[in-house]
């Protein structure tokens, strides 16, 4: 409670015309810097369409796939982006149902993480596909040929989870939006007025247009829940269906959703960090923010640890022949400094500046966060790889080392998710200004009547609708 009510001072201390002023300012307002930046992560991001244009001409040869290790790079960066997605939707939906006031200034920087690492990470299974311009095979359709996609398929099941997932989670980051577009069509002139006329939708503030938006906007919370879950849930079936050493476990199901939230979590704070800093939001996104944030790291911090533990405890115990080379591979072997990294930059480093309330800061998050996203990129790596190379039989082991093809793919995909967020918060305000004046005007109101804070009932000016609307 204590909490709550200091994330609501915090917005109340703001006036509404500042708020507006503020939020909306790098929507009208574009420095010489804005332009540097999206010309240098351009110019760093097309050597990655370059080189996957050279990759589909020459074959997958180029890149360090081959037998017996068929996944990469690039199912590592699939998985690691899948995860990253978990920070947007999944918390600000858990943030939204739990009525944390203090989500305000939060939750659009998150959910926009959401629908931009999920558009990087669907790109991934494409890029791995020796036939990439017949990547609409897995889409079930009616054809002369009477071929239909083979459903016991992994890239099946990923299919048809991204997909809805994207899709309810595009629709869970513009439903919102929607009132601040209202605010920056009021406010433009020539074509961006127009541009931005269209995408408010008519919106005009009305009380039933504010009901049905928060209506919406719980059952679209409540609904992206499970998928959110089941997303990462399938895509630890891809491995967990495969009869591969240290793979074939029931235990990866969680093991992966809790990652996902764990990187997530990590990557939110990095970006609010970037954002706060870039835009100057200092009023808006607050040591609290990142405290709060940051006792949610611990506590993944803490589950990850668990499963870590429980994982390769349960392969030490089978003792099973196969699974034991891989095991000690990962333990001592030559994936001995990956492993040993992954724990310090997800455990040892990030727990007790999490844990002591002092480091807690926003620059100790940000570290925290940092380490854990390296560790999490680690952790797919030690997924995918290790089991690969040392399967049942030893004649059929082999070794893997990524080539520049994939590493410059994948810094051209990591520019690519960067250049989407820039863009975006030029276009749209970064943090939700009608939820900011909601809560403030409708904290106001509560005090004044004794009634219970709605900000549903505030309209897009800033004031609350008649009693006789």
């Not at 071929?147 to 398929?153: E, G, K």
């Not at 541009?195 to 919106?203: D, K, M, Q």
């Not at 429980?310 to 333990?331: D, H």
């Not at 082999?398 to 590493?407: A, F, K, Q």
Request: hydrophobic share 55%; charged share 15%.
């Amino acid at each position: 409670m204590a909490t709550n009510n200091a994330a609501q001072a915090d917005v109340i201390d703001i006036k509404s015309e500042k708020i507006r002023e503020d939020l909306l300012l790098p929507v009208f307002h574009t420095s010489r810097r804005y332009y540097i930046l999206v010309f240098v992560l351009v110019a760093i991001g097309i050597p990655g369409i370059l080189v996957y244009a050279y990759q589909m001409y020459e074959g997958m040869g180029v890149a360090g796939i081959t037998r017996p290790v068929f996944w990469g790079f690039y199912i590592t960066n699939f998985v690691f982006w899948i995860g990253i997605s978990h920070a947007g939707t999944l918390i600000s939906a858990i943030l939204r149902l739990v009525n944390a006031t203090w989500r305000r200034p939060v939750t659009r920087c998150a959910e926009a993480i959401t629908v931009f690492a999920l558009a990087i990470g669907a790109q991934y299974p494409i890029i791995h596909l020796g036939r990439a311009w017949l990547f609409f095979w897995l889409i079930p359709y009616p054809s002369e040929r009477g071929i239909w996609p083979n459903f016991r398929s992994p890239l099946v099941w990923d299919f048809f989870a991204i997909t809805t997932y994207l899709t309810g989670s595009l629709t869970f980051l513009l439903l919102p939006i929607i009132p601040d577009w209202a605010m920056v069509r009021d406010r433009a002139t020539g074509l961006r007025k127009r541009i931005y006329t269209v995408l408010a939708l008519g919106w005009r503030g009305t009380p039933r247009e504010w009901h049905r938006l928060e209506v919406a906007m719980r059952i679209m919370a409540v609904t992206i829940l499970p998928v959110a879950i089941s997303v990462h849930t399938i895509v630890s079936w891809d491995f967990a269906m495969a009869p591969v050493p240290m793979w074939h476990s029931t235990v990866f199901g969680p093991y992966f959703v809790v990652g996902a939230i764990f990187s997530g979590i990590a990557a939110l704070i990095i970006v609010m960090a970037l954002v706060r800093k870039a835009l100057h939001l200092e009023e808006y996104l607050k040591p609290l923010h990142f405290s709060n944030l940051g006792k949610l790291l611990l506590v993944m911090s803490l589950l990850w640890i668990y499963f870590i533990f429980a994982e390769r405890l349960t392969v030490w115990y089978g003792n099973q022949p196969a699974e034991m080379a891989a095991f000690w591979s990962i333990q001592r072997g030559r994936f001995a400094v990956l492993f040993w990294t992954m724990v310090c930059c997800n455990f040892l480093i990030p727990f007790p500046i999490l844990a002591i309330k002092k480091l807690r800061t926003i620059a100790g998050t940000v570290i925290a966060s940092s380490t854990i996203v390296v560790g999490m990129w680690l952790e797919r790596f030690l997924i995918v790889v290790p089991p690969l190379e040392h399967k049942y039989l030893p004649y059929d082991w082999g070794s893997y080392r990524p080539t520049w093809v994939e590493i410059t793919i994948t810094v051209g995909t990591l520019m690519g998710m960067i250049l989407m967020y820039v863009l975006f918060a030029k276009f749209v305000p970064i943090i939700s200004i009608w939820e900011l004046k909601g809560g403030r005007h409708a904290k106001q109101i509560a005090e004044q009547v004794n009634a219970p804070a709605n900000p549903a009932a505030i309209l897009l000016d800033g004031t609350l609708p008649s009693t006789n609307s």
